[in-house]
Nanobody, 121 residues
Framework: QVQLVESGGGLVQTGGSLRLSCAASGNIFSINSMGWYRQAPGKQRELVATIFDTGDTTYADSVKGRFTISRDNPKNTAYLQMNSLKPEDTAVYYC???????????????WGQGTQVTVSS
């Protein structure tokens, strides 16, 4: 069994900040990458940011300079610090992990349940 527990979503005013957390546990040998995606009503899910086991990061153009993804490897936890939030950042944010299963030793993807972020104007 693998679990991803997300937290930190909520309601914030324009210009405010939130910090999302994604904690992984279970049959994990190693984690290749952890990323955050978001899906607004009526829109497709989109990639927001990814952090790799090397520490390299990627960001969507729409969040560059405002969002920062980080990772605590011993805790198998990823964070998304979101600053200068805008109403268009409103969405359900999902954590996705690409990992090596401890028993099967194959690369798998696993998604969290999502956490709502609402930015009021």
């Amino acid at each position: 069994q693998v679990q991803l527990v997300e937290s930190g979503g909520g309601l914030v005013q324009t210009g405010g900040s939130l910090r999302l957390s994604c904690a992984a546990s279970g049959n994990i040998f190693s984690i290749n990458s952890m990323g955050w995606y978001r899906q607004a009503p009526g829109k497709q899910r989109e990639l927001v940011a990814t952090i790799f086991d090397t520490g390299d990061t990627t960001y969507a153009d729409s969040v560059k300079g405002r969002f920062t993804i980080s990772r605590d490897n011993p805790k198998n936890t990823a964070y998304l610090q979101m600053n200068s939030l805008k109403p268009e950042d409103t969405a359900v944010y999902y954590c996705k992990m690409n990992y090596i299963h401890s028993s099967w030793r194959e690369s798998l993807d696993y998604w969290g349940q999502g956490t709502q972020v609402t930015v009021s104007s």
